[in-house]
């Protein structure tokens, strides 16, 4: 009875049976969690957010572009804020930089190729 009384205070204080060896095998799965997690979702979205970074230091006037909104506009001016976007003919707005969110691929009048 003695017995099961200590066993029952020892694991109480915390002392895990092995020794040691009892924390690391705890903290351990939380670790491989972690670096899954930075692998898969925290260093792709990093890299996501400079790429588009770079992408608004790069634009220029007479980009075809896309907003947040979903505005698709032509550039007109820019400055380091805020850009106009010409959206149709004598039609001009102003967006944040930071709204855009693409480039707007340029249509082109060629067909487009097959693959046979």
Avoid: C
């Amino acid at each position: 009875m003695n017995n099961w009384i200590l066993l029952a205070v020892g694991q109480a204080d915390g002392a895990a049976p092995g020794g040691p060896g009892g924390m690391l095998g705890g903290i351990l799965p939380m670790l491989i969690i972690f670096a899954v997690f930075y692998f898969l979702i925290i260093r792709p979205q990093a890299k996501r957010q400079k790429e588009h970074r770079g992408m608004l230091e790069q634009l220029k006037k007479g980009d075809r572009v896309v907003t947040n909104g979903g505005l698709i506009g032509t550039v007109w001016s820019l400055d380091d804020k805020e850009l106009t976007l010409e959206i149709a003919e004598k039609v001009k707005v102003k967006v944040l930089r930071s709204q855009v969110a693409a480039l707007y691929p340029a249509t082109s009048g060629a067909a487009p190729e097959s693959k046979e």
